[in-house]
């Protein structure tokens, strides 16, 4: 049984997976604060909730878009469950072609994902990692990862229209009745979800256009759920990308 930690800006993700079975997947508070002894604690309980003891676990892999805290979370790991993690970065072979102009910049959750999408799914691929970021990775008909795009996820931006609007209020992700908002609440769901979606939308529509071919578009995220439904565009939701991603790269290492 392998653990696989995906440490993101809000959340640190927790999962096991065995061949294709994936146990269970939760997530944490990402919290630059915390020691290794409470994150140790923290993804212990996690286990005990599923009743699997840290010594069945054969082994661990790390993929982190927060350097503040990956070597925290390493540390961690090894003392729960007496193995060294393996974290996704330079050394670490991933069998993934990036094509751009500085591929060590490239988050190791981009990486993951597309090493993940390109198991399952045919090429070229749009991948997009609704989080707290926005993220578009563009994989082509040569299994190239060549680029992508960065974009405020829909609670970052939300947040910073409250935070920057005397009048408005945090709201929640719920449907709003209809695409026209008919009070303050509605529009801003509106605005929220649908304009994600628009955004999504059109820039499939753009890639396609300057790859001048038809791409596999597969989902990821906290906040996938929240957006796709209302894309009009064909997207696969895969909400365990991350955990077969990690799963696969740490084969790979062995």
Do not use: W
């Amino acid at each position: 049984m392998l653990l696989v930690i995906d440490i993101g800006n809000t959340n640190v993700v927790v999962g096991c997976i065995d061949g294709r079975e994936i146990f269970f997947e939760e997530r944490l508070s990402t919290d630059r604060k915390r020691t290794e002894l409470e994150y140790a604690i923290d993804i212990k309980n996690v286990l005990e909730i599923y009743e699997i003891a840290p010594s069945i676990i054969e082994g661990a892999i790390i993929s982190s878009v927060v350097p503040q805290i990956t070597d925290v979370v390493r540390r961690a790991i090894k003392k729960l469950i007496d193995k060294t993690p393996k974290v996704v970065g330079p050394g670490l072979k991933t069998g993934l072609n990036i094509v751009m102009d500085q591929p060590a910049q490239l988050g190791s959750d981009l990486v993951v994902d597309a090493v993940a999408a390109m198991a399952d799914h045919p090429v070229p691929l749009i991948i997009i990692d609704m989080g707290t970021a926005t993220t578009v990775s563009v994989v082509d008909h040569t299994k190239s990862y060549i680029g992508g795009m960065i974009l405020p996820g829909i609670r970052t931006a939300t947040d910073s229209l409250v935070s920057n609007a005397a009048q408005l209020q945090q709201i929640s992700f719920d449907m709003p009745r209809k695409l026209i908002g008919s009070n303050t609440i509605e529009c801003m769901q509106s605005g929220a979800l649908y304009g994600n979606a628009a955004a999504i939308d059109g820039l499939i529509d753009r890639i396609e256009e300057e790859q001048k071919e038809t791409c596999t578009v597969v989902a990821t995220g906290g906040l996938a759920g929240y957006i796709v439904p209302l894309c009009r565009k064909e997207i696969i939701v895969d909400n365990n990308l991350l955990l077969k991603g990690l799963q696969i790269i740490y084969n790979k290492n062995r």
